[in-house]
């Protein structure tokens, strides 16, 4: 054994005296003293804040969400094993949040911004956190630019503007998500980053709405914030908060995004969950007393910002699902007041062909016109009084045989915008072909063209007008407006081609 040098234990005692760090991290802890379901009731961090991220001693964290006298409750997001009474927890004294970055359009992942698609860890940029306060009166500018669903029948009667709220709902299969989905395809080239939340869903349909995505080639500009039937309620009631942190990133930035909550029925079941097993109080529907808040403070976050903060913008696409076409339930009327306008779809319409099955007396936009292109605006004006005088006309006459010339007209001119309004899946038009449609249908082009071959016959017409009438084309799509010359140039190329065909 070598014997150590006086000069040796100097020159350790000399450097550990030189390297002397004082800094000392005092580590707020805690211990379980109940674990169960997904909740936890914390002894010793008494100083925590509500909605703080604490982290357990197994890795896995939660958040903060009832204060006691004595003891605090958090949910867990993540798995309990390996948790029991008495084990660690620390306080993190930041209020939770997830890392965004710009690498994540193009990415599948989960509640906690985490990519969960296989394709290796994405590097944040920035942290977010989940719950933030929605931009004031100040900040934000009014709702005026469209954003194209290029589904005909909303664009035209329904306009959604970049920064509104318009929630879709309708029974289960009538076509909500399909509505979303064809909304984020037909953003493609229009410069909006487009965020698909599913809440509470099965994990094959979110796989198929990724696919889907892919094959239309949109996935390069949308990210998918999935948290399926399988995921623990606390992570399902975080999701769409942590897909709004990802679209107010981008709308810091300036970019315009389009967010889709599918669906906000689940979520509130999720808090609902979550919330009775935290023994908060169950009110109307066993849903917690603070289930308006749990959306209006979601949803409020959508917001057009002025040219001073960015002038970025997240319009929202809610979604409810409704029982028995019931809107008048508590969680739909919720929306229903919070969001600026509805589409509503009916099983009764999806049923018998109509598709789209947009309700047009119950639906509605209340930013309307003001989101619309000056020439949609012109085309669509009488739409949906022409379609209502057509239900209300159609009731009215069917027990009648003997129809007088003007009736039978309203009743063809009906039944004509009926079927120029159903649309295929994954099919958006573009605005220049809604508009040279409508015009045409408005200016009675149709009314000689049996129901049956419309479809064909307004496709083979748009074929035609890319071949003879091009400039038409491009001048709805730059200077988007409708002249009474450019009216009677549609009318002149649509009579044209109707000439052209051998037996119409
Ligand atoms: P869920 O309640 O299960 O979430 P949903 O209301 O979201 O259903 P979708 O999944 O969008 O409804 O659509 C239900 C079915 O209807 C799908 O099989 C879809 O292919 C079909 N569908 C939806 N829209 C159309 C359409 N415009 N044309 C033809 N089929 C459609
Ligand atoms: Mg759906």
Redesign the pocket.
Known sequence: MSQTSPDQILSVLKSQITDYDNKCEVEETGRIIQIGDGIVTIYGINHAMYGELVIFETGVKGIIQNLEAKTVSAVLLGSDYGLSEGSKVTRTKRMAGINVSDKMIGRVLNALGEPIDGLGDIEADDFYPIENEAPGVTARKSVNTPLQTGILAIDAMFPIGRGQRELII??????????A?DTIINQKDKDVICIYVAIG?KAS?VAKIVSTLKKYNALSYSIIVSSPASDPAPLQYISPYSGTAVAEYFMHKGKDVLIVY??LSKHATAYRAMSLLLQRPPGREAYPGDVFYLHSRLLERSSRLDDEHGGGSITALP?I?TLAGDVSAYIPTNVISITDGQIF?ESEL?FSGI??AVNVGLSVSRVGGAAQTKAMKKVSGSLRIDLAQFREMEVFTQFSSELDPSTKELLDYGNILVELL????YRPLPLHEQVIILSAATQKVFMDVPVKKLKSFCSDMMGYFEIHYHDVIEEIDTKKVMTDELAAKIRQGACEFKKSLPNT
Not at 170 to 179: A, C, F, L, N, V
Not at 422 to 425: C, E, H, I
């Open positions: 309708g029974d289960r299969q009538t076509g909500k998500t399909s509505i989905i869903q349909t599918d669906d979604i699902e779809l999806f598709r789209p159903k649309q295929p899946l």
